[in-house]
């Protein structure tokens, strides 16, 4: 076989899988080769075909069975090698293998009854290859060539007659059978599939759990060193500097002890200002590389989530601006991950989309994220949430009235900025939200005195 309905990766090399597969072209080399001794060697007093008939027949079986070996073994370097040709190539392949070799059967079918059975493969093969309802089809034409042509075939020779009972009730159970193996296998296929997105899933998650703990580790030694520096080293600078500060003040002291305070003074405030730098970069809560991590873990976890539910998505993640993400403070890179985050909880609940893309840009005044999705989309009509409309029905939030669109709103209303909602239906959904890069959204500005 050249071609299949779908494409095929780890989950058809489990054991039970492999074994029907393997079954398939054994039953097709037993069923070709019983067909071709009992040709030779009829039972009971039907006469032996002419030798040249037979010869024919020979040499059209072994055409058959180079044929299928060519189109099998084909099949098995691609699915031990893991590499499938392109699809557009791989149909015509496969349908010109899968037509060559039925014509063949056809054509000893025609010159010999007893290759009736070699039809049960093929309807595998069909059911294999087309699906579910075209499959059935094929099946149901195959069975009536079975006992079609030896029927047409003996009308010929000795006249009209009925056709024999047995030949059609015969392969018309196996045909039967056919169909609920295959019905079968697809659903061990389906189970084998969803079996591999649930263990990915898992992986990442544990994978996630990992990287999670590490950077909770990182974080709490942080803190802990940051409380260290402040309650010893920072506490001491502070104190030489307001004792120095204090003894410098004094008027009996001489000049060269005036200059030596003044120099200690100096030293203790420089230190000082060292520790402080280090207590408020170990003290922050998240690292300032942290949020291009964040929202690629993000983004992949919803990915892999959406695959386990059977609804693939494709998200970009695209960066524009002038500033790097490192530059910004806690609060604002808080409100980014979480309009990211409510915003691909909305994808993921109700857009059915197939492509996401998220653009975080960040400029000198203004910080920008936009989410876009081409999903179902959803009708705009005028008030549901304060700034921008969305009925109890329709609201990307849920149909009981969500609030994750309203809390995000309230947050970026700290931060002074904004949230919008734009969507048609049948045309996607953006969700853009903009935070001005002021004062008023930064971080307050860390206290001179301890």
């Known amino acids: 076989m050249t071609a299949t309905p779908t494409s095929l990766a780890a989950p058809e090399r489990s054991p039970v899988l492999r074994v029907l597969r393997v079954g398939l072209h054994v039953m097709f080399a037993v069923l070709l080769g019983l067909g071709l001794v009992r040709a030779f060697f009829p039972s009971g007093a039907v006469a032996a075909p002419p030798m040249h008939r037979m010869l ?82 094929a099946v149901v034409l195959l069975w009536a060539a079975t006992w079609l042509l030896p029927w047409w075939d003996a009308v010929r020779a000795t006249g009209p007659q009925p056709p024999d009972l ?81 003894a410098r003040q004094s008027h009996e002291l001489s000049p060269p002890t005036q200059q030596s305070l003044e120099l200690i003074e100096e030293t203790a405030a420089a230190n000082l200002t060292e520790a402080r730098g280090l207590i408020q970069h170990l003290g922050t809560a998240d690292p300032a590389d942290s949020l291009r991590t964040q929202l690629q873990r993000l983004t992949k976890r919803y990915e892999t989530e959406l695959a386990v539910r059977h609804q693939p998505v494709s998200m970009h993640l695209r960066w524009e601006g002038e500033t790097s993400p490192t530059q910004l403070p806690s609060p604002i890179s808080a409100a980014v991950v979480r309009t990211v985050q409510v915003g691909l909880g909305n994808v993921a609940a109700h857009a059915q989309a197939t492509q996401v893309v998220i653009t975080v840009g960040i400029w000198d005044d203004e910080l920008t994220v936009d989410i876009f999705d081409n999903g179902v989309g959803f009708t705009m009509p005028e008030a549901f949430y304060p700034g921008f409309t969305v009925p109890p029905d329709q609201h990307p939030d849920g149909e009981s009235g969500g609030y994750g669109l309203y809390g995000l709103r309230q947050r970026l209303a700290v931060l002074n900025g904004s949230l919008t909602v734009e969507s048609t239906p049948g045309e996607g959904t953006v969700v853009a939200s903009r935070i001005p890069l002021t004062s008023a959204s930064t971080l307050p500005a860390v206290q001179e005195d301890l």
């Open 166 to 246: 047995a030949t059609i009730i015969g392969p018309g159970i196996g045909a039967v059978l056919a169909v609920l193996i295959s019905a079968a296998y697809r659903h061990l296929l389906a189970q084998a599939v969803h079996h591999q997105r649930v263990a990915a899933a898992l992986q990442a998650a544990q994978t996630d759990l990992a990287a999670t703990e590490h950077r909770a580790g990182q974080l709490e030694e942080r803190e802990r060193l940051a409380r260290e520096i402040h309650d010893t080293l920072a506490q001491g600078f502070s104190s030489i500097v307001l004792v120095s500060r204090a």
């Open 56 to 137: 024919v027949v020979t040499l059209l079986a072994a055409v058959l069975a180079l044929v299928y070996v060519l189109g099998t073994s084909r099949e098995y370097r691609w699915y031990r090698h893991d590499a499938k040709p392109a699809h557009a190539r791989t149909k015509i392949l496969g349908w010109a293998w899968l037509g060559t070799i039925t014509v063949l059967w056809l054509v000893l079918l025609f010159l010999s009854p007893t290759f009736v059975w070699v039809a049960f493969p093929l309807m595998f093969l069909y059911l294999y290859l087309l699906g579910n309802v075209a499959g059935v089809v």
